[in-house]
């Protein structure tokens, strides 16, 4: 674990989250081209750290760490901030979120909307 990690993890403990775990991890083989032939490598996915405090959730990892809220249609809001920069993980973690699902569903859409009214026509 990466001094990031635990410093980002400190500042979500101790905004009052608490462990839920960790995310599912899979090994994962993929082949190559290489000099030789045909290689395979190997990666490593999920198996990041889990923290939930009320219908909030936060999965920490080594590049980003990411804030969520889940509603009885799932999961949304998603924000992900860098794990390096703990200000922002400070800021997120201790951020208050009182919407019910159906303002926030409501905002989410005005927010996509306007996004969509700022695009130029492809």
Not at 60 to 88: I, S
Request: aromatic share 8%.
């Amino acid at each position: 674990m990466s001094a990031n990690m635990e410093k980002a993890i400190a500042a979500v403990l101790a905004a009052g989250f608490e462990g839920a775990g960790a995310t599912p991890t899979e090994h994962v083989k993929f082949p190559v081209s290489t000099g030789h032939g045909l290689g395979f490598r190997g990666a490593t996915l999920g198996g990041r750290l889990r923290f939930a405090k009320g219908d909030r959730r936060v999965t920490v990892g080594k590049r980003t760490t990411c804030f969520y809220r889940v509603f009885a249609n799932g999961p949304a809001g998603f924000v992900n901030v860098p794990t390096k920069d703990l200000a922002a993980v400070k800021r997120e973690a201790e951020a208050v979120h009182t919407e019910t699902a159906e303002e926030f569903a409501a905002k989410a859409r005005a927010a996509y909307e306007a996004a969509l009214k700022e695009m130029p026509d492809a």
